[in-house]
């Protein structure tokens, strides 16, 4: 395993409320990713870090905010969940520019 | 320019054969090119990787040939096993970037 943990695996929500997902590595690598997948979509890249503090869009970053307050996590938050954000979102850490290492996931229901 | 185009988009392979797996791309800029397998409820894991200076890089029974003059890339599974049945995503990168841009996938699954 690459050093990625993700919380929560599973989380049941209702519409309108705040979700926040949180990615942590003990690898101390500089980019982490936040992606979703969707039968039909393969993987969409929502928001990335190149540092901390440092983030840029994805290209499905309407309706998702992230944070990076240190090296090891990465939170990924939906201001007020949608049923369109019923998705499962993986994190992603990277060295460099290459090689990413993909986290278990977290499986997202919006009610 | 900046896609990755992935085929087929499902596939079925008799136990023994060979699964091919193709990939096209545009942005002669891209450097960096991986291929992923995943399996149902796991997140996707790197299965090899090719940077264009070569043509080919072998790893056990995986093997990925690239054409830098038609922009293609593909995977090639010898001797295909049931254990083998997954989605294999292929994507591409380059130096000045810091994203992976992903194809479709691709639904593998190697019959018994």
């Known amino acids: 395993d690459a050093g990625i943990t993700q919380s929560p695996r599973h989380k049941v929500t209702e519409t309108g409320t705040p979700v926040t997902l949180r990615c942590h590595q003990t690898e101390n690598h500089r980019y982490m990713y936040w992606y979703r997948q969707d039968p039909g979509h393969g993987l969409r890249l929502i928001h990335y870090s190149y540092g901390v503090k440092d983030t840029d869009k994805g290209e499905v970053s309407d309706g998702y905010s992230v944070s990076r307050s240190k090296t090891e996590d990465f939170l990924l938050t939906l201001e007020s969940a949608t049923s369109s954000q019923t998705s499962v979102y993986f994190c992603a850490i990277a060295r460099a520019e290459d090689t990413q290492y993909f986290g278990p996931g977290t499986r997202l229901t919006v009610l | 320019q900046q896609q990755v185009k992935q085929s087929p988009q499902s596939l079925i392979v008799q136990k023994g054969g060979i699964s091919i797996i193709n990939c096209a791309y545009e942005?002669?800029?891209?450097?960096?090119f991986p291929w992923y397998q995943q399996f149902p409820g796991k997140g996707p894991a790197l299965l090899i990787a090719?940077?264009?200076d070569v043509s080919e890089k072998k790893e056990g029974r995986f093997t990925i040939s690239f054409n830098k003059s038609a922009k293609q890339f593909s995977l090639h599974i010898m001797d295909s096993q049931p254990g083998d049945s997954a989605t294999y995503f292929c994507?591409?990168?380059?130096?000045?970037?810091?994203?992976?841009?992903w194809g479709a996938g691709t639904k593998l699954i190697i019959k018994p």
């Open positions: 994507a591409a990168s380059m130096k000045s970037n810091y994203q992976l841009i």
């Open positions: 090719i940077r264009p």
């Open positions: 942005n002669t800029a891209f450097d960096y």
